[in-house]
């Protein structure tokens, strides 16, 4: 009997020949199951063929940028995680890329290490392969069941779905219900870092956490400037 622990299956989208190589060779040395593109239309029509656990995306691709691919794959699947990779540094793209839905942005040059690093954390809470995602039991909030392991809000007859991201959110201020959380620990907790960017792109995700809610309105979560949020509503209690 084979237990051996399946490979995470990676689509790399990255146009400079000699470093898609590079990492990929890497890589799979980790233990990774690379599917690699050198551009956005042929990495659109492989991913909606195949399963993948994470996309690692250039910016700066031919015939389909990174953005718009990462768009695409979005409308498709809502809670893979997203990597973009590029030398840009530009404060505009940066929170183009999290408004997009990416889950981290890491500038070139950088290292392999780093890179291996940032896809395990997002794998491991996203339940790819190399780690289960525990699961974790539902929430009332008030006229609202959040279903954190299926990643869903649900009000009498209606379910909406969550992103990963929105869905961590979500859940850590439920941890800390009617309690001020401090900006930087949801930031540590869901992205890994307290950025600049990451800071405007929790805000992004609070505003839509927000309408999501806004149907009941005795869930509330109430921002406190320059401190944190808190998420309020009656009768809330675990189910």
């Not at 997002?122 to 990643?151: A, I, Q």
Request: proline share 4%; charged share 25%; aromatic share 8%.
């Amino acid at each position: 009997m084979n237990s051996e622990k399946p490979k995470p299956e990676i689509l790399l989208v990255e146009d400079d020949a000699s470093l898609r190589f590079v990492i990929q060779d890497n890589l799979e040395q980790h233990h990774f199951a690379i599917t690699s593109s050198e551009n956005g239309i042929e990495a659109l029509q492989i991913f909606q063929k195949q399963h993948f656990d994470l996309c690692i995306l250039d910016v700066m691709l031919p015939e389909m940028d990174g953005f718009t691919l990462a768009g695409h794959i979005r409308q498709l699947n809502k809670q893979i995680p997203v990597l973009f990779l590029t030398a840009r540094g530009m404060k505009e793209d940066k929170l183009k890329a999290f408004q997009l839905g990416a889950d981290d942005y890491i500038v070139k040059p950088f290292s392999i290490e780093e890179l291996i690093m940032r896809m395990q954390v997002f794998l491991r809470r996203n339940g790819g392969p190399d780690g289960t995602h525990p699961g974790k039991p539902s929430l009332v909030l008030n006229s609202y069941l959040f279903d954190y392991s299926n990643l869903c809000l649900i009000r009498e007859n209606m379910t909406k779905a969550l992103t990963q991201k929105e869905a961590d959110i979500l859940h850590f201020l439920c941890q800390h219900i009617e309690k001020v959380v401090r900006r930087e620990d949801i930031l540590n907790q869901v992205w890994g870092n307290d950025d600049y960017f990451t800071g405007r792109s929790l805000d992004v995700f609070i505003s839509k956490i927000r309408k999501y809610l806004a149907l009941d309105p005795a869930v509330q979560i109430i921002n406190y400037h320059g401190i944190g949020f808190k998420l309020s509503c009656n009768d809330a209690s675990r189910s």
